[in-house]
């Protein structure tokens, strides 16, 4: 049999919620004795009201108030903890380890070695009432059958051309490196101010989308009255109702786009919490700077070039390090060592001292090759630094145009919603007047509502802009 419609005695939102899941709806509402149906009410409330309060629990911890910091504070904390920036900051000490390494055959080593050989057999020779006895008293021990050794060596790279030159390689490119984390700090420092404006822009929307129900609303309770005195047919009352639901419908897509814009910035900032940037009002019209200063001042301050420079430092010294492989490597090493019996000088320990000299005459074509590749890295060096100087010219330009046009577009904006709003207020009155429709305030209205949000836009806009520009310059840090 197929169950009815529950209807619950505790509340109607119980019955609603019931009979929106099959399940329960058999559970509860299939017929049965009365004493089981109080007590299928009775649980039903039971379940409604944990769920009602875990709904609640939700809201209250949505409504809680947002963490908000200033601009400064927000990059600050942005540099201290961002993950994005620990992992930059870590591929620069892994860059200045490598070029640690790249160091080691330049400074001398020392090393320490202890053992105990067993040979299977000894070989000793006695010198004892033989004419050698003067030269050699007592025995002489070619092979030991056992020994304890110990030795120490010190060994110093005097002449080791290449290396110094490998070495500089890979300083330059940890400073590549280096460079190439501050343009992805910058960058990053960039995108959570432009997050802030929009989020700023994001929060004046839902600002304007809530007069904008509570315009809507009062024109509803205008064109009511008009019904109720006879001067309006209903049809203006169903207008009216439809613009409410409508921005009604506005303010929570707004609301939603505005909760996503804070949580964004909870990230960008390694939180999963929504966070909210209050940012300094959006300056005048400053008189703009020549574009051939602006120009010169990106060049002298983005890191990017920096980059570029030291890559080219680095393939440098690889090309030169190439070439000094063919020069000798001279290097000079002592060591020291002691035994539990005695070596055939008839000492239990000694010294020794060596100076070596390595000449590569032939290598298979290995410092050719590393030079030809080095010179071709320095060919594609150079011609990226180019490319980037080019890359930011232009970026210098597009964001200054992206300024003016920000500028104009907000004073235009500025003018319409004057307009749009004196409109409003003009339509409102006549209305109320009987002289215009309601289809006429309708239109007013909305005309005045998108010119609000076009304010507010081209306000985030020009914020937006005006970092793109600081970013441009170098500014950013």
Known sequence: MTPRAYASPLCPLCSLW???????????CS???????????RLAGALFLLVLGIEHLAWAEDDRPLRA??????????????????????RVADARALATQARVPLVPTVVAAGGYTRNS????????????????????????????????????????????????AAQRAADAVAATAESARLQLRASLAQA?????????????????????????????????????APLSVLK?????????????????????????????????????????????????????SLVAEALQTRPELAAQEAQIRSAQAQANSARLRWLPQISGSGAVFAADVPYPTGKKQGWRLTLDALWS????????????????????????????????????QDTRRDV?????????????????????????????????????????????????LAMADARGRLGIARVALDKALGRMR
């Open 404 to 452: 003016s046009v920000a500028k104009e577009r907000l004073r235009l904006a500025e003018q319409q919603r004057d307009l749009a709003t004196a409109a409003a207020a003009s339509a409102k009155r006549t209305f109320e007047a009987g002289v215009a429709s309601s289809l006429d305030v309708l239109d007013a209205n909305d005309r005045s509502y998108q010119a609000e």
């Open 240 to 292: 009216a109702e439809t613009e409410v639901v409508k921005r009604q419908s506005d303010l929570a897509q707004a609301r939603a786009n505005c909760e996503r814009s804070h949580l964004a910035l909870g990230v960008l900032l390694g939180k999963s919490e929504p966070l909210r940037v209050l940012l300094p009002p959006v300056a005048g019209g400053e008189a703009p700077r020549q574009l051939e």
């Open 196 to 232: 802030a404006w929009a989020a700023a822009a994001a929060e004046e929307i839902v600002d304007v989308s809530e007069r904008a129900v509570t315009v809507a609303d009062e024109h509803r309770r205008s064109a009511a009255r008009g019904v109720t005195a006879g001067t309006e």
């Open 18 to 28: 019931l009979n929106s899941i099959p399940f329960l709806r058999h559970r509860f």
């Open 361 to 396: 005459l032939y290598d298979g074509g290995l410092a050719r090759g590393k030079r030809d590749q080095a010179e071709a890295d320095l060919v594609t060096a150079r011609a990226a630094a180019e490319a980037q100087r080019l890359s930011i010219v232009q970026e210098v």
């Open 69 to 90: 910091l200033t601009l400064d504070q927000a990059l600050a904390e942005l540099d201290s903890q961002s993950p994005t920036l620990i992992q930059v900051r870590s």
């Open 31 to 41: 017929p049965r004795r009365a004493e089981d149906k109080m007590k299928s009410s």
């Open 121 to 168: 057999a000894d070989a000793v020779v006695d010198f004892t009432g033989t004419p050698l006895a003067s030269i050699h008293p007592g025995a002489l021990v070619i092979q030991p059958l056992g020994v304890w050794t110990v030795a120490g060596t010190v060994r110093v790279p005097l002449v080791i051309p290449n290396a110094w030159a490998d070495w500089a």
